[in-house]
């Protein structure tokens, strides 16, 4: 007979990771379902300075890696498998991966996001030969050069203040006339001399041949047209959740957030969102593992009373 766990948890960042972390200790069974490597987004993030307990920064990597290693000590496994499918309604949920079905008591969805593309055209065709979504990732290959990034959020000044100190040349491209990242990031944003501000403009269109060469922008009260030369186009305008697995089971927005109320508790018993899916205000990685922590107090409660009566 297959082991059911008492913990399935699908998605190996912080809030998948301190779920675990809380589960195990609390002496149930957990196994972390992990497509790729450890961290989500976090493990993409070049430096994370808004982190308690780390005065200097810490790489997210390296922060992935130490929850990793904080749940695996009190038992809590990992499967580096890629969901296919789930059956979330009953006592025993069923999760089929590349390698196998895994069974469980409780499954915890911690999938988290990923990057809302622009719909241009070839833009999938770009990615990897100068069309990017994620600076720390990629930003090394443009060592020297003329990049472009588009967005107006954290995440996207971020990208530019982290590419400024690579690259010749930066343009920050927003649909509006003003940024809507927070303050602690604007001053040495404007300080940066290699940054150029492409204001209320949008990106029409891709100009490449085998590798992208620059973007054509509309400014939005003008109408004028303008060619950007660039070697490489980062692109930071929010992002899409990993639900697509759990529509027709699970609530969803509009969006496709996971609805789950402060408890990290879905509509289906034993089934809980954490991390960057579900429906909130704030996703940060601290809020993550927030709500990894709620979920398996929540889950403990479950599994002793309800399933055990």
Known sequence: MPQVYDVLVIGGGPGGYTAALYAARANLSVMVLEKLTPGGQMGTTDVIDNYPGFPEGVGGFELALQMQKGAQRFG?????????????????KQVRTQDGTYQARTVVLASGAHPRELGLSGEQELRGRGVSYCATCDGMFYRGKTVAVVGGGNTAVSDVLYLSRLCQKVYLIHRRDQLRASKVY???????????????????????????????????????????????????????????????????????????????????????????????????????????AVAAHFIEEYVSTTLQG
């Open 76 to 92: 809590a496994q990992t499967q580096l498998s890629e969901v296919i499918s789930v059956e979330l309604g009953g006592t025993v």
């Open 186 to 292: 604007l001053d040495p944003l404007q300080q940066a001399e290699n940054v150029e501000f492409v204001w209320d403009s949008q990106v029409q269109k891709l100009l490449y041949g085998d590798m992208l060469t620059g973007v054509q922008v509309r400014h939005k009260k003008t109408g004028e047209l303008r060619e950007i030369p660039c070697d490489g186009l980062f692109v930071a305008v929010g992002h899409v959740p990993n639900t697509e697995l759990y529509q027709g089971q699970v609530e969803l927005d509009q969006a496709g957030y996971v609805l789950a109320d402060e408890t990290t508790q879905t509509n289906l018993p034993g089934v809980f969102a954490v991390g960057d899916l579900r429906k909130k205000p704030l996703r940060q990685v601290i809020t993550a593992a927030s709500d990894g």
